[in-house]
């Protein structure tokens, strides 16, 4: 059951970062993960800001240096964009990836970067450590679909399928909040559990991500790949997305990060490593879909996912070649 709630639907984005900044206030882009946390009881909100009045943030704009798209961008309209679907296409890949249609009609970009764990003992009646307890319950327990990669002290993966592309594409992300606004690397908006073990991302009290920025690089390739477990619309039980920058028919540059393994999009840099400078061989495609799997460490469910991720990576190198 869901707490009774006032509702706010600010015109500008300062009054937006105000109405945050207050304590109980919720941020409503889509809706799609806010409805169930509020219904799971994940977190109560006493105030809930749409944003839905901002039509700044649901724009798409090309530039010379790179493509702005803003955070209420619907994931239907990402995977659409020809732009994107071009020039980026692990991105597109990865927002035609996420949930159904009729999710990806209503979710935004920004609710999918910033959408709260799926783990069952988080959105369950456990008090974990995510949730200010003590135990992750998911580390003795039942752990089929926890992570591989990080620290710990919680074994989350983080759930959404643009953050990787986005991580892989050198993204910058654009936040307005108290202080004014900042911009920060895709790779650094997300946060381990041990630096953080209730947060997933850098965002503070009334700060609101606004927008994605995507940087033009020449000779970029990039795709995703996604491993799920029974229908369409379930989240990644291992993924992968590689962007890679071809010159000379050789791996200038590379980059290959992972989904459903980790708190938050794991690069697997042992993987760069391997592609950077060759050409991209079945060889060199088997040695770097094997190196994405190092430091892996299976808890007593969740072997498998070792596998899965090998064949991900493998999957999508070969489908750039």
């Known amino acids: 059951m869901i707490s009774s709630f006032t509702y706010a639907r600010p015109k500008t984005l300062q009054e937006a970062v105000e109405l945050l900044a207050k304590p109980g206030a919720r941020a409503h882009a889509g809706g799609t993960d806010l409805l169930g946390c ?12 749409s944003l839905s009045g901002l039509s700044e943030l649901k724009t798409i704009v090309p530039s010379p240096l790179g493509l702005h798209v803003g955070a209420l961008t619907t994931l239907a309209q990402v995977a659409s964009y020809k732009p994107i679907s071009g020039m980026y296409r692990a991105l597109a890949e990865g927002a035609a990836a996420a949930a159904s249609p009729q999710l990806r009609n209503q979710g935004t970009l920004g609710g999918n970067l910033c959408q709260r764990p799926r783990c069952w003992y988080f959105r369950g009646e456990f008090s974990c450590l995510r949730k200010g ?8 327990g039942e752990n089929q679909y926890h992570s591989l990669f990080g620290p710990g002290p919680c074994f989350i993966v983080h759930p959404s399928d643009t953050a990787s592309p986005l991580v892989a594409l050198e993204a910058k992300f654009r936040i307005a909040g108290p202080a004014g606004t900042r911009t920060v690397d895709a790779e650094a908006f997300f946060v381990l559990p041990d630096a953080e073990v209730q947060k997933e991302n850098v965002l503070k009290a009334g700060e609101i991500l606004t927008e994605v920025f995507l940087p033009a690089q020449a000779g970029l390739l990039s795709t995703y ?5 029974r229908g369409a619309w379930d989240f990644a039980l291992a993924g992968a997305a590689v962007a ?45 879909a094997e190196a994405a799997t190092a430091g892996a460490q299976p808890m007593s469910g969740n ?8 064949g991900a990576v493998e999957e999508a190198l070969r489908a750039i070649a």
Do not use: M, N, Q
């Open 133 to 140: 307890g003590e135990t992750c319950y998911a580390y003795d």
């Open 225 to 229: 790949r996604k491993v799920r477990s």
């Open 244 to 288: 890679l920058v071809v010159a000379g028919g050789k791996v200038a540059k590379a980059r290959v990060v992972l989904s459903g393994v980790a708190p938050v999009p794991w690069r697997a840099k042992k993987a760069e490593e391997a592609l950077t400078g060759k050409a991209l061989d079945p060889a060199v495609i088997r040695a770097a």
């Open 38 to 49: 509020l219904r799971d009881e994940v977190f109560s909100a006493e105030k809930v800001v």
């Open 303 to 310: 072997a498998y996912k070792v596998d899965l991720l090998r």
